[in-house]
């Protein structure tokens, strides 16, 4: 047996809510294999009355799914440049010894997330999205905000998110991660559903703001401050 959280649209912050699934889990890591999981988990799911699931990932049987995975998910930047949420992402990651490669935004997602620079490292001080800083805290905000800036660009599929309850992403492990496509997915609908989603496309300031209702000038200090 496994847990993996399915997460769930909430009109309220911070717009998403999760709720802990334990499933049957098929070992191994062929694409078949997760897709026996994914079944598992939101057959498991359905039995507790949330249906229907959308996986979002490039290992569900889903198209929509599939277009929304960060690896797939493209947009375009203010500068013109196209790139996809797992690129733009790994490419705006500063560390704490400063160490940032911005050269990522051209690489394929793949190449992008395994490029041995940046693979397993957790000293992230902040980010750096074409010259905008942002802090490193709160943990997520960064990677929610650049999911849900590229999701904004999708209106189609956007649109068909609302067919679902919730949405499941097999390969996340909160053990050993934070960010989360799934997550991102259900959090566009809650601040969709609340009127909040005009903020989602703002600025910085906005889009903290209303994730953590407060003064911006309260938010702790970080190093790109």
Not at 18 to 36: C, D, L, N, T
Not at 70 to 75: D, K, Q, V
Not at 108 to 127: P, T, Y
Request: charged share 20%; aromatic share 10%.
């Amino acid at each position: 047996m496994a847990e993996r959280p399915v997460f769930l649209p909430v009109s309220a912050t911070p717009f998403v809510a999760e709720k802990v699934i334990p499933f049957k889990w098929h070992p191994g890591m062929s694409r078949a294999q997760a897709q026996r999981s994914i079944a598992e988990l939101h057959a498991s799911a359905q039995a507790k009355g949330i249906e229907p699931l959308l996986e979002i990932s490039s290992k569900g049987s889903e198209r929509l799914g599939n277009a929304l995975s960060a690896f797939n998910l493209t947009f375009t930047a203010l500068d013109g440049t196209t790139l996809s949420v797992e690129s733009a992402y790994q490419g705006s990651k500063v560390f704490r010894n400063g160490d940032h490669f911005p050269d990522l935004y051209r690489a394929s997602s793949r190449d992008a997330k395994l490029d041995e620079r940046v693979k397993g490292r957790s000293d992230i001080a902040g980010f750096d999205f074409f010259g905008e800083a942002w802090p490193g805290q709160p943990t997520t905000a960064f990677y929610d905000w650049l999911y849900l800036q590229a999701l904004a660009q999708h209106p189609t599929e956007l649109e068909a998110l609302e067919h679902y309850a919730g949405f499941s992403d097999i390969a996340f492990n909160p053990q050993k991660s934070a960010a989360c496509q799934a997550r991102c997915a259900a959090m566009a609908l809650g601040m969709r559903r609340s009127g909040a989603w005009p903020a989602a496309l703002g600025g910085q300031d906005a889009f903290l703001s209303a994730l953590h209702p407060a003064p911006v000038s309260a938010r702790q200090p970080s190093l790109f401050d």
